[in-house]
């Protein structure tokens, strides 16, 4: 059977729906959240159940064609030429019990739905930033969040999982049924079956409070020693982001903002107040804004300023051990250069507390690395893209002799490979998991290197 009579036998089977290049939605269904990525698939799958599933599965074996599984686009490496992507919004199932602390979600199921959900109940999700993610996506990636410090990477917070497996069965597994496989869906992705709903703990959070800071670009380099110092006695409960933030002069900008270099710090307690352990930070710079308070999930949602709509982007990221004087003040340099204008923000997470002692066994690890950073370098109308890849190429270079020795799945730029996520022991572990539960190689390689 050729590629094109069975693409087509497939789609007369699907209950849900399969788009190919000849369709007229099919470039907007191929791309992902980061227009930047051009991704070419043959087709595009939306199906609308399990069957629908085992139809893709018995395709890719009949086209030689891989099923890519991507359920919001984020994450997107970009080498998808040939495959068939596989979109999961069907399966949307989500169910809270917050008698225990623990969510059913379905691989169709943003976050943004799990924290609205959660509102009220003292409990918040181990979510990222932004509420447009999938939440199976993130999770299966490592996934960083403001409870990581609490409650660690959203992997280390997975319970259980339903997969099918590319032999056609569909089953919830967890740690004492298929530990290998629980292994590796704790951060190396859809690369072991085909997940289509999650289990994972909540983190109880009944007192949630917030900080933010916003201080002159002036004062950058000693708010972020005093952070850095604060990382030495700060406890798992408290969770702290700085943002070096250098705005474009762009009409769609608020004029408070426009062309304006600052830094923010924004911190999150689970245990109530955190003023003194604060106030050093405080203190350490010229405060244009301030904001101190109770909050809840929903609220640091709707306050995370995230795009919610797709756009294109670059960015590079990279966790380092340690921040000492000598890196931070090259940072806040480099960030200050005239020629670094395509680097609008450069976010950096402090690290350690629950991510220092994982709950359970995982790809995914950040135990080595005391902070993340990351540089978005968005994609203006007419800008020109060498800038921006030379300005994330010298960030790189500039934090490269800090690297700790892995960084998380979830941060990794296109083209990147989980090689940067672990040891080479737990690649070829992942290896020889990936080939026992996919031997005929239906589902789509990844980011496992080649």
């Known amino acids: 059977m050729s590629q094109h009579t069975a693409l087509d036998a497939l789609r007369s089977s699907l209950t849900g729906s399969l788009l190919r290049s000849t369709d007229d939605a099919f470039d907007e269904a191929r791309l992902p959240w980061n227009r930047a990525i051009d991704q070419r698939p043959v087709a595009v799958a939306t199906p609308a159940d399990i069957e629908d599933l085992r139809l893709l599965l018995q395709a890719a074996r009949d086209t030689g064609r891989p099923l890519a599984v991507q359920p919001s686009g984020h994450g997107a490496s970009g080498d998808l030429a040939g495959a068939i992507i596989v979109r999961m919004t069907a399966f949307d199932e989500l169910d809270i019990d917050v008698d225990q602390g623990v969510a059913v979600v379905g691989a169709g199921v943003t976050w943004g739905r799990v924290v609205e959900a959660l509102e009220g109940t003292g409990w918040a999700a181990p979510a990222g930033t932004s509420p447009v993610v999938s939440a199976t996506g993130y999770t299966l990636g490592g996934g960083h969040s403001w409870f990581s410090r609490t409650g660690g990477l959203g992997s280390d917070n997975l319970r259980a999982a339903w997969v099918l497996r590319t032999d056609g069965r569909h089953e919830r597994v967890d740690d004492d049924t298929d530990p290998d496989l629980l292994w590796a869906l704790r951060g190396a992705g859809g690369l072991v079956g085909i997940v ?41 409960t408290l969770n702290v982001f700085a943002n070096s933030m250098r705005m474009p002069d762009a009409p769609q900008l608020p004029e408070e903002i426009r062309g304006q270099s600052f830094l923010s710090v924004q911190a999150l307690s689970v245990d109530g107040p955190a003023e003194a352990l604060l106030d050093p930070v405080r203190r350490a710079g010229t405060l244009r804004r301030e904001q101190t308070g109770p909050t809840s999930p929903l609220t640091l949602s709707q306050e995370s300023n995230e795009p919610t709509d797709p756009s294109p982007s670059r960015g590079a990221a990279i966790a380092v051990a340690a921040l000492d004087d000598a890196t931070i003040e090259a940072l806040t340099e480099f960030h200050a250069r005239p020629e670094q204008w395509p680097v609008v923000g450069i976010d950096i997470r402090m690290l350690g507390g629950a991510l220092d002692a994982p709950r359970r066994p995982g790809f995914a690890s950040l135990r080595s690395a005391g902070w993340m950073l990351h540089a978005l370098a968005p994609l203006f109308p ?15 270079e500039l934090l490269s002799p800090s690297a700790a020795s892995n960084t998380l799945p979830t941060f990794l730029a296109p083209q990147q490979t989980l090689e940067l996520c672990a040891s080479p022991d737990d690649v070829a572990r992942l290896r020889a998991v990936r080939e026992l539960m996919d031997p005929e190689r239906l589902l789509h390689e990844g980011r496992l290197p080649r």
Do not use: C, H
Not at 201 to 206: E, G, K, M, W
Not at 382 to 391: N, T
């Open 382 to 396: 007419g800008a020109p893209i060498e800038a921006g890849d030379a300005s994330l190429a010298g960030f790189r």
């Open 196 to 236: 289509t709903a999650l289990e994972i703990d909540l983190v109880r959070a009944p007192d949630l409070w917030g900080a933010s800071f916003v201080f002159d670009a002036a004062d950058s380099a000693a708010v972020l020693r005093a952070v850095r110092d604060l990382a030495t006695r700060a406890p798992a």
